[in-house]
């Protein structure tokens, strides 16, 4: 059960309406997710995340898929449902193929895994390293 109620496009406010519009417009979709109608609780927070978010996934040094993987396996390490299949669902437009996810979730499973041996081991970092 949400911990608000999600706002409506109906029912939204003309400054949130103008947030999903640009969003619509921006994703080439004619709906508006989950997440936003929650952040559209608050606006202001609703408007900065969406710029936020904009500008970091806008083209840029990484391609579009890249950066959806990044967001898959961030996701996936933090244990966010939501957008982990959000952003599977945004990466597979993208091209991800199956086999990518599989090597993207052995990858992730691997940084975890060695991670937490590191950590666990307080292993000094290598002079080469830094």
Not at 7 to 31: L, N
Not at 48 to 76: C, F, H, N
Request: aromatic share 8%; with cysteine.
């Amino acid at each position: 059960m949400p911990a608000l109620p999600p706002i409506e496009y109906a029912d939204a406010s003309p400054r949130v309406r103008a947030v999903y519009d640009d969003i619509m417009t921006s994703r080439k979709v004619d709906w508006i997710n989950n997440f936003w109608k929650a952040m559209a609780n608050d606006p202001a927070a609703l408007e900065r995340t969406w710029e936020s978010v904009k500008q970091v996934m806008a083209p840029g040094a990484l391609d579009a898929l890249t950066k959806e993987l990044i967001y898959v396996a961030v996701s996936t390490t933090n244990g966010c449902e939501y957008c982990i299949a959000s952003h599977t669902a945004a990466a597979r437009k993208k091209g991800m193929t199956g086999a990518m996810l599989g090597e993207l979730m052995s990858v992730i499973g691997m940084a975890n895994e060695t991670n937490a041996l590191v950590n666990g081991y307080r292993v000094e970092v290598d002079a080469a390293f830094k």
